[in-house]
């Protein structure tokens, strides 16, 4: 499973570490991907990281402003949020993908943590 953690309440712009570690499966054999779901909206892609590690890709809401990372000897991937809006509030929820390459869409993933909730006061 994934467990992510990390979660809470942010004042805008300022930051929060998201963590997802993982157990049964080795983070570094696949793609992982970072999805943020807002009350009443569809779940969104966020950030993912290759299973090489060697390749990122962002959402443009999110360019500039979050880093995904991954950690193999922690078995856990991160994703780093830095100048944190209002519109960044959501669940965020990590996810792996077992096909060979890495790609953006929800359904492209094949297992889900339970999701953390980041809150942004203005």
């Known amino acids: 499973p994934l467990v992510e953690s990390g979660g809470g309440l942010v004042p805008a712009v300022g930051s929060r570490r998201l963590s997802c570690a993982a157990s049964g499966l080795t983070v570094s054999a696949y793609s992982m991907g970072w999805f943020g779901q807002a009350p009443g909206k569809p779940r969104e892609f966020a950030a993912v990281?290759?299973?090489?590690?060697?390749?990122?890709y962002y959402a443009d809401s999110v360019k500039g402003r979050c880093t995904i990372s991954r950690d193999n000897a922690k078995n856990a991937v991160y994703l780093q949020m830095n100048s944190l809006k209002p519109e960044d509030a959501a669940v965020y929820y990590c996810a792996v993908r077992l096909g060979i390459t890495y790609r953006l869409g929800v359904n492209e993933y094949d297992y889900w943590g339970q999701g953390t909730q980041v809150t942004v006061s203005s």
């Open positions: 990281i290759s299973r090489s590690g060697g390749s990122t």
